[in-house]
């Protein structure tokens, strides 16, 4: 046996063994605790003003990150609008979150093109780190409180059915 699996066994003896899962423990608990709750924004919106996530607030909150000129993101936003225009006037706040703030000077021209409603907010460079983002499209659904409901990252056609369908469950709205 080599010295570095040696090693590595020697990690796993029973004296580390309890430290090794308390440590797992806490870094599971933490990973839990943290996916709960959003965390709160406040960002610049196409106006010049700003626009927090308390004033979007309504049942539920639906926050979209995206970028004008992601793919999947063009994929998503049109039946983004539909939901958005569905049911926002049964409780349903929605927020598109731009987040390459190199693109923010094509958004005037691309929500104009694309006819969105869907309020836009400009998060800057440390959104991607801040919302632990690994792909855009990203929907996160979260409650009045700012519970987690769900989260969906990428997108492709048919995905917009189960979002939908969290979206009805967290507005109490029955099939």
Not at 48 to 75: D, H, K, M, W, Y
Request: net charge positive; charged share 25%.
């Amino acid at each position: 046996m080599d010295r570095d699996r040696r090693r590595l066994l020697s990690l796993a003896s029973p004296p580390w063994r309890w430290w090794l899962a308390l440590a797992l423990a806490v870094t599971v608990a933490h990973s839990v605790a943290a996916e709960k709750r959003f965390k709160p924004f406040t960002f610049k919106n196409l106006d010049g003003g700003r626009t927090s996530l308390t004033s979007l607030q309504g049942r539920a909150t639906l926050i979209i990150f995206f970028f004008p000129t992601c793919a999947f993101c063009n994929v998503a936003l049109p039946e983004m609008q539909k939901l958005y225009v569905t049911y926002k006037d049964r409780g349903l706040s929605v927020v598109c979150v731009n987040v390459v703030p190199e693109e923010e000077r094509l958004i005037e021209g691309w929500r104009t093109a694309h006819a969105y409603t869907i309020p836009i907010v400009l998060g800057g460079h440390s959104v991607q780190d801040d919302y632990d983002l690994t792909m855009t499209p990203t929907h996160v659904l979260i409650d009045a409180e700012g519970k987690v409901l769900s989260r969906h990252s990428g997108f492709t056609r048919g995905d917009e059915a189960a979002i939908e369908r969290e979206i009805r469950r967290a507005l109490g709205i029955g099939d």
